[in-house]
């Protein structure tokens, strides 16, 4: 009989699935640029995908009520980030166990720089992994699972255009195959989103000459200079 994985983000089967969504993913973000990004995920020892237009990534892993990795910080707060902060914000895995899920995609749109790049991926609700989530989790609490459609909604309400959202992987669990990429009925999800919210630049006022008639007083003893003085 097969056993269970307490942490099923560390299963065979989730791995060949996060395998799949990398590769479905990547050549959508090979165009993200900045000097800062942040992945949020599930996973222990994820690593962010190599992008050649980004700089520094800011890794953070989400435990309990926790953030673990390179900030430390309660989950149940707001992201100890400014905003506009990060040219790519990824979501691995990370809606499922976050304590709130819409909160912490309220934040990931809060942190993202205008015209920087959102990426969400998930296990997908409808799928035929669902039973096997279930047996793996039976004694321990379920993964939150999203629909897109759902997520679709809060990206649009954080001022975001949806670029991509499509289902990849296998249809059910199988440790053993080859990724396959994009499928109708995949076991996940990667969606795509762009913030389109500029940054609004004040405009610098020119002083103007204005005039009037010279109406001051001197001060006591001062003389005022005239023509008929020189």
């Not at 097969?2 to 060949?16: C, E, T, V």
């Not at 990060?86 to 720089?113: K, N």
Request: glycine share 6%.
């Amino acid at each position: 009989m097969p056993q269970r994985d307490p942490d099923i983000y560390a299963s065979a089967h989730l791995r060949h699935l996060l395998a799949e969504e990398a590769a479905a993913m990547a050549p959508l973000l090979q165009r993200c640029a900045g000097s800062h990004a942040l992945l949020l995920s599930a996973l222990s020892h994820d690593h962010p995908p190599v992008l050649p237009l980004l700089g520094y990534w800011t890794r953070m892993r989400l435990v309990g009520k926790r953030y673990q990795g390179d900030v430390k910080a309660r989950a149940d707060e707001p992201l100890p980030f400014a905003d506009d902060a990060f040219g790519l914000v990824l979501l691995r895995h990370a809606m499922e166990v976050a304590p709130v899920p819409q909160s912490l995609l309220q934040e990931a749109c809060r942190v993202l720089a205008p015209g920087g790049v959102l990426a969400v991926t998930g296990l997908h609700p409808l799928s035929a992994w669902l039973p096997w989530v279930y047996w793996q989790r039976r004694h321990t609490s379920m993964p939150a699972l999203t629909a897109p459609l759902t997520l679709e909604r809060w990206v649009r309400a954080g001022e975001l255009e949806i670029e991509r959202v499509e289902r990849v992987g296998h249809v059910w669990p199988n440790a053993g195959a080859k990724a396959r990429g994009a499928h109708p009925l995949g076991g996940a999800y990667v969606l795509i989103a762009r913030k389109n919210r500029r940054v609004v630049t004040m405009a610098k006022l020119k002083p103007a000459l204005v005039s009037a008639p010279v109406n001051v007083k001197l001060a006591p003893g001062a003389r005022r200079e005239t023509s008929s003085d020189a």
